[in-house]
Nanobody
């Protein structure tokens, strides 16, 4: 089982990034997928979640209207489009897949928002 995030980096405030998470080793289309983030010295928090079919999404209040989660079950990939980035969005972003008692984490990708 693997979840491999990519797309992180350094961006100026107000900028955009698109994170990707490529999944392998499990039936991706049956899993609820989420993005979490963890800032330095803080607890890991949920950012966005998408149902197995992609029909239902939910967001943390802090990112509503700025971030969009989506998935392509044909490509076994989940995305996080991040717009209007703020310095407080700086964190390591993790991909997570869950189905019943099973759950998997990616290794994380660093997002730094700074001028």
């Amino acid at each position: 089982v693997q979840l491999v995030e990519s797309g992180g980096g350094l961006v100026q405030p107000g900028g955009s990034l698109r994170l990707s998470c490529a999944a392998s080793g499990f039936t991706f289309s049956r899993y609820v997928m989420s993005w979490y983030r963890q800032a330095l010295g803080k607890e890991r928090e949920s950012v966005a979640v998408i149902s197995s079919t992609g029909g239902i999404t939910n967001y943390a209040d802090s990112v509503k209207g700025r971030f969009t989660i989506s998935r392509d079950n044909a490509k076994n990939t989940v995305y996080l489009q991040m717009n209007s980035l703020k310095p407080e969005d700086t964190a390591v972003y993790y991909c997570h897949g869950a189905s019943g008692p099973m759950g998997y984490w990616g290794q994380g990708t660093q997002v730094t928002v700074s001028s």
